[in-house]
């Protein structure tokens, strides 16, 4: 970054897909990859399968409701004020059954230009598992 830049309440690159609605707080664009922030509303009944990454570090910080992580050994029920660091290599899931909202940090991943490819898909297209699965993998998705 070679400039100061605010992305005000309501706004940033938005993707609003059937679980959730996303706005990019933070391209990864403007840190070589480094860093992306994303504010997402967890629509209720919202689940995001079992993955892990292979690069990638999430840190998840609750603004509202509650969000599950479950993990292998365990499920964390985490709420407002909360947060998780989960390292790569850490098999995953997340589930909001009431709906919520948190900002999620990517550290070296581009999960920003995943939910653009995914803006650009059909259905057919996530109807397609090893399509959806090739796209993931290059997002550092597994």
Known sequence: M???EIIRNGKGENYNYSQDHCFVKLSSD????????VEDTLKPGFYLPRHHHKIMTEVFYILDGEVELIFDDQTVVLKQGDTITV???IWHAARCENGGKM???FKNGQFDK????L???SN???ENEDLMKSVA??????
């Not at 403007?30 to 922030?37: D, P, R, S």
Request: one cysteine or more; glycine letters at 4%.
């Open 30 to 37: 403007q840190t070589n990859g480094e860093l992306c922030i």
């Open 137 to 142: 993998a290059s997002f550092d998705i597994y």
């Open 103 to 105: 900002l999620t940090i």
């Open 119 to 121: 803006s650009q898909m």
């Open 2 to 4: 070679k400039k100061v």
């Open 114 to 117: 995943y939910l653009e490819r």
């Open 124 to 126: 057919q297209d996530f």
């Open 87 to 89: 390292p790569a290599h």
